[in-house]
């Protein structure tokens, strides 16, 4: 509805309140519903991108443990157990995102590697071009890649 666009735009905080509370008392015909729509979507949208970030930390975290065996720390390791902690919590609240794990993966290991790449000072050829984990591999709390 037009009367509360403005409120969207102005006061963002107050038209969430707004909004809210036009559902909890029913009063359907005071919902922003074009408004309401965007922010359902990009809610989701939030959703997916937070899990692609804790993957690809934790994917250029993978990588250097692998291929820079000689500086591993508990540092690495550290963060590698938390990204994997966000991730299973993300995917208790949100079970459907893990469906989506492959595509995701697929998108988070470019920048991952482009992360490693650039943190490491290491050459590209250094790191494969593909992922070399597996869904499995990159989810299992115990998988430390070896070398």
Sequence with gaps: MQATAPLYE???YAWIKTQAAALQEEEFTQ????N???EIEAMA???RNELKSWLTVLLMHLLKWQIQYELRS???SSTIFHQRQEIESGLEDSPSLRREIPDIIAKAYPRARKAA???TGLLSPVFPATCPYTEEQILDATFLPGK
Aim: aromatic content about 10%; hydrophobic content about 40%.
């Design 117 to 119: 790449i650039e943190e």
């Design 31 to 34: 919902l922003d519903i074009a």
């Design 45 to 47: 949208r939030r959703e």
């Design 36 to 38: 309401l729509i965007e």
């Design 10 to 12: 102005t006061d963002f």
């Design 74 to 76: 508990r540092s690495w």
